[in-house]
């Protein structure tokens, strides 16, 4: 379970993040209010900065976790974690959605891997649900999204408690048969020398038509009567790590 201090933080953390990808949302689909800048998170800790936080500028290739021999450092707890993105349809219309089951690990070597099932998808309707396995996503082909990078974990061992870091991953995502390689800004919150917050500093935005999505949106748009679904698509995450 965590603490009290480690609950209040979330708390604060979905709702800055909530208001965030709405900014983004609104620039990238169509008039709104202009982005703005990282939210500011309320916290007790010290937020360590350095003028580069580039963890490694090289691409890692996808880990298979469930055939790696890697040894592991952290594993994820899924009870306390989450993953959810936002898709917009009819240009203003904002929904939030999320998937219930995925997993992740740290290793030894500070790769890391995660794996989406991509049937796990919780739009909140039960037929949008099955519309995005079978049109979208079409699960009976690809039936997962692997990511993969790199952590400075060095650099975390050295935080104390309450500490929040900033990192840039160069991340690896396979995704629909189409491995892309794109730059994600995390931040790292260590609630205790065992257990640890790794959490989007902003939203992953990802570009559907760069995974060959392009035939799914156009079938969804058809058998819902949309007139648009946005092809950018934030992805936020909060994934707690116990060491192992």
Not at 22 to 37: K, R, W
Not at 78 to 83: E, F, R, W
Not at 91 to 97: D, F, N, P, Q, W
Request: glycine share 4%.
């Amino acid at each position: 379970m965590l603490s009290a201090t480690a609950s209040t933080f979330l708390k604060r953390l979905s709702t800055a993040l909530t208001l965030f990808s709405v900014l983004i949302l609104s620039a990238c689909g169509g008039g709104g209010t202009e982005s703005e800048n990282n939210p500011v998170i309320e916290q007790s800790g010290t937020v360590i900065s350095n003028t580069d936080n580039t963890v490694s500028s090289e691409n890692i290739p996808v880990i298979d976790m469930q055939e790696t021999d890697k040894a592991v450092a952290w594993q994820l707890k899924p009870a306390s974690s989450q993953i959810n993105f936002q898709s917009v349809k009819n240009t203003h219309i904002v929904e939030s959605h999320q998937f219930d089951v995925f997993d992740a690990l740290i290793f030894d070597d500070a790769t890391a891997a995660m794996e989406i099932d991509l049937s796990s998808v919780n739009t909140g309707i039960e037929l949008r649900d099955e519309r995005l396995q079978s049109l979208l996503f079409d699960i009976t082909h690809f039936s997962s999204v692997k990511i993969s990078n790199k952590i400075d974990l060095q650099a975390i061992e050295v935080m104390s408690i309450g500490d929040i870091k900033p990192q840039t991953l160069q991340t690896t995502i396979e995704l629909h048969g189409v491995t892309q390689y794109i730059s994600s800004q995390v931040e790292v919150f260590k609630l205790s020398e065992d257990k640890l917050i790794v959490r989007s500093a902003a939203p992953m935005m990802i570009d559907a038509l760069a995974f060959a999505f392009g035939d799914g949106i156009d079938a969804l748009k058809a058998i819902a009567n949309l007139a648009s679904i946005a092809t950018t698509v934030p992805v936020e995450f909060t994934l707690v790590f116990e060491r192992a």
